[in-house]
């Protein structure tokens, strides 16, 4: 590839977010540019001392229907479009007295900025850009001749190759700006159509659109032989995307994705209530508890699995505080998350020079809607979130037994937790504490055993004369097919069983649970998450 310099005379500027704008203008100016803008721009420009022709003064029609209609115009979109090297475009212009615009300047109005302030409809739609899409793609098209500049971020790189190349920017630069120019749009065009499908309540919109702009480009992947990278898209939902990494080694992958899952496991403990703390690793929480404060929390979760905690991710719903940053580096972790912290904190943390300190600023709504996705071959699978709450759900008692008021806070306690847990997942928890995760297996009989296996360590461990199983409770996040799973739960200690229900067998879990004295709730709300 050649370097195809193509030299610039005109520079069409548009831009809603005007950060570096003026510093950019002059600079363009001093290299003989000559800058034509619209509306604001035009004028934040001129009130900088430099001289700009305002776009209606190229089109001979003024801006008009509420600046909805502007740059829409063939001596705008001739000036992109028009091929310089072929005859009949040159002559087309000449004939029509196009000049041509050799870089087109467009960051779009902002429409994701508008929703997420939570505007009314019609403030979104006027908020929907037309012609700065427009022209971005044609500039786009006709790379070869013109380079189009989407955000404030690309104006050094135009700049420096002006300098480099008196005046000229090269075929490489072009394309790396129209590449990046059609993601723009393509992403923009996605946040709009999505926020469409909400306003309708479309379920299933028959084409569905995601965007995002690079937060990282990360070292590699799940693996180190596959490629990588993190976006973030239109939803501020408080989490690993939103975060402020205060120290620590750049995030990778797998940090980004068991992060997320420590952190969404949080977001279900109402930091008003109690202090929680959730401990991840490979993206399935080994300990999750509640306490009176943070280092308690910790401390309790870290009980439950001690051993699988080693080199984890910690979340916590509080503000990070002294006592429990102490305790966290008791030993190697590799992620913190919370949504603030302490400056004391903070300097504790800082001895852990390769431990990661996220702030997100915030918990995410267990309760709020949106959409996940995952990739399948030829295809995307998009779903609602799960903002299903154990605390909404209408429990009925299922078995002659009701369970205690303890037992029932531990039940609403173990549920919550397994919503986070990969399928099939069983939970023991015992005074708002896990003490046994199975996660993850093909039989919910094989993940009811494995928890106790666990939890028998654990009591190894911790020295204890039993495992802390014994006088627990268990949440399944699907419904027991058959009494085996139970009686596994009942083997290992379980006193009472919150599930879904729903089985053609429930008569028979329902019989079998009440030959052993057990309570059984179900919630009629189903937890899968694979």
Request: charged share 25%; with cysteine; aromatic share 6%.
């Amino acid at each position: 590839m050649t370097e195809q310099l193509r030299r610039v005379t005109r520079a069409l500027l548009s831009v809603s977010d005007k950060t570096g704008l003026i510093d950019f203008a002059k600079a363009l100016a001093d290299q003989g540019v000559e800058l034509v803008s619209t509306g604001g721009t035009a004028k934040a420009i001129a009130a900088a001392g430099l001289k700009v022709k305002d776009v209606s003064e190229l089109t001979g029609f003024p801006e008009m229907m509420d600046g909805r209609v502007k740059t829409l115009h063939p001596k705008v979109y001739g000036g992109l479009l028009a091929i310089r090297d072929n005859k009949e475009h040159a002559a087309a212009m000449a004939a029509h007295g196009i000049a041509p615009i050799d870089l087109l300047v467009v960051n779009l109005y902002p429409f994701e900025a508008t929703v997420d302030k939570g505007a009314g409809f019609e403030e979104c739609i006027e908020n929907i850009d037309i012609g700065g899409p427009a022209m971005i793609r044609a500039a786009a098209k006709n790379h070869d001749d013109v380079a189009v500049v989407v955000e404030a971020n690309d104006y050094q790189a135009v700049l420096d190759e002006l300098a480099a190349h008196k005046g000229a920017t090269s075929l490489g630069l072009r394309r790396r700006l129209a590449a990046k120019a059609y993601a723009r749009t393509a992403a923009y065009d996605a946040a709009i159509s999505n926020w469409f499908a909400v306003q309708l309540d479309t379920k299933a919109p028959d084409f569905r659109a995601f965007g995002g702009k690079l937060i990282q480009s990360l070292r590699y992947g799940e693996n180190p032989h596959q490629t990588a990278a993190f976006y973030a898209t239109p939803e501020k939902r408080p989490g690993v995307a939103t975060a402020r990494q205060l120290q620590g080694k750049e995030l990778s992958y797998n940090n980004i994705n068991d992060t997320d899952a420590a952190y969404e496991c949080v977001g279900e403990f109402d930091p008003q209530r109690t202090a929680a703390c959730v401990i991840v690793k490979h993206a399935n929480p080994c300990g999750v508890a509640e306490g009176p404060d943070l280092a308690t929390a910790y401390a309790r979760a870290l009980a439950c699995d001690s051993t699988s905690a080693y080199g984890g991710i910690i979340a916590v719903n509080r503000t990070l505080d002294a006592d429990a940053a102490r305790a966290i580096i008791g030993i190697f972790t590799e992620v913190i998350i919370a949504p603030d912290a302490t400056e004391e904190a903070i300097a504790i943390i800082a001895g852990r020079r390769n431990l990661r300190l996220l702030l997100a600023g915030g918990l995410p709504n267990a309760r709020a809607v949106g959409l996940t996705a995952k990739t399948v071959a030829g295809g995307l699978l998009v779903q609602s979130r799960d903002n299903a709450v154990v605390e909404d759900m209408n429990l009925k008692v299922a078995t002659k037994r009701a369970p205690t008021d303890a037992e029932l806070r531990d039940l609403k306690f173990a549920f919550r937790v397994a919503k986070h847990v990969k399928s099939n997942t069983i939970i023991y928890a015992k005074d708002l504490a896990t003490v046994g995760i199975g996660a993850g297996q093909m039989s919910r009989v094989d993940s009811a055993r494995i928890a106790a296996r666990k939890a028998l360590d654990a009591a190894a461990e911790l020295k204890l004369a039993e495992p802390l199983t014994k006088g627990s409770v268990v949440a399944s996040d699907a419904f027991f097919p058959f009494a085996d799973g139970m009686l596994a739960c009942i083997e290992a200690g379980a006193t009472a069983v919150i599930q879904p229900g729903g089985s053609m067998r429930d008569d028979e879990v329902i019989k079998a649970a009440d030959e052993h004295g057990i309570a059984m709730v179900f919630t009629g709300v189903r937890h899968f998450r694979h």
